[in-house]
């Protein structure tokens, strides 16, 4: 069996429902039609981008001991003739059922289509040069950001700061499997860890799934552990393994958010939080502070009085 064609469309529902999960506890609304529609849409037109990678690829692969086992050209489960055909069915298959959801979903479908043909195209090969990350993180922040532009095209608290950091953890993870980057004194890491715990700082300060942020971390010190092996097969299982694992823990903690008991540990665990937020609004000029209030308007209905002397919750 083709481990890719397991790999592949879970770790893409995960990405896609992380945005919908989200855009429910924002707001509390949910359809389950466009949800499943989207997620469908999606799926089909993202097969296609592996098929054309695939395409793409095919020369390196060939020379890949463990990618020429698996890929399905290499094989030989399909002729590149009918992979490209295949391809170009897919994406228009994909790409009818995503405009059929909305249109600025489907317009978000076709970058994606952009940024992945720069990615892995013979013309630009952006792959093998220095903006693989940029780029690699562009397609994730978009992948996560999904689900959220089924339900609307508005950036009204949009949690930009929390896809960044889901996305730079994406990339972090390919780097690792993808291009074998192990040392965590590589420059490369350093930066993009330094990146992911800024957009983390700023995710427990903004909104307000703390807990749901914590949760996850056992996965993150766990890849520390299991990290350290050459071999391609094993790299993938950890590497994309670890992004699978910590975007299914993340939507189990957010879901966890609606029982009662945990909403309340996680009200309690953000009173500083939303205080050090408050602080950090009254003191900005107040343009800014009133578009802050605006966009990152999330304590979801609570009052959160900050005395020292008595910080308290209400509703």
């Known amino acids: 069996m083709n481990i890719y064609k397991i790999i592949n469309p879970l770790k893409n529902a995960l990405q896609y429902s992380v945005g919908s999960i989200l855009y429910f506890l924002f707001f509390g609304e949910f359809n389950l039609t466009t949800f499943a529609i989207g997620m469908i849409g999606f799926l089909i037109a993202y097969e296609s981008v592996y098929f054309f990678n695939d395409t793409m690829d095919y020369e390196d692969d060939r020379k890949n001991s463990f990618k020429k086992r698996v890929k399905a050209l290499t094989v030989g489960n399909f002729k590149k003739d009918s992979l490209i055909s295949s391809s170009y069915i897919l994406a228009a298959i994909g790409l009818a059922i995503s405009f059929f959801v909305n249109k600025f979903f489907g317009f978000i479908i076709i970058a994606l289509f952009v940024l992945n043909f720069l990615h892995s195209s013979n013309f630009t090969r952006w792959k093998k040069t220095r903006l693989v990350t940029l780029n690699m993180f562009l397609i994730e922040f978009i ?39 192990m040392h965590f004194l590589n420059k490369k890491i350093i930066a993009m860890g330094l990146i992911s715990l800024a957009f983390y700082g700023l995710s427990m300060i ?30 993938l299982i950890i590497g994309s393994g670890l992004v699978q694992i910590l975007a299914f823990a993340f939507i189990l903690s957010l879901i966890l958010m609606t029982v009662p008991i945990i909403d309340t540990a996680n009200k309690q665990l953000s009173v ?17 502070a009133n578009i802050s209030e605006q966009i990152n308007k999330t304590d979801m209905g609570n009052y959160v009085n900050c005395n020292i002397t008595n910080i308290t919750i209400t509703k």
């Open 206 to 235: 903004l909104y307000p799934f703390r807990l749901a942020l914590l949760l996850p971390l056992p996965v993150v010190f766990t890849f520390f552990i299991f990290r350290k092996t050459n071999d391609s097969f094993k790299r």
């Open 143 to 181: 992948k996560f950001s999904l689900g959220w532009f089924i339900f609307t095209s508005s950036l009204a608290q949009y949690p930009i700061f929390l896809f960044a950091l889901l996305s730079m953890l994406y990339v972090l993870g390919y780097t690792y499997y993808k291009q074998g980057v």
């Open 272 to 288: 500083p939080f939303d205080c050090l937020k408050n602080n950090i609004t009254e003191n900005m000029p107040d343009k800014w």
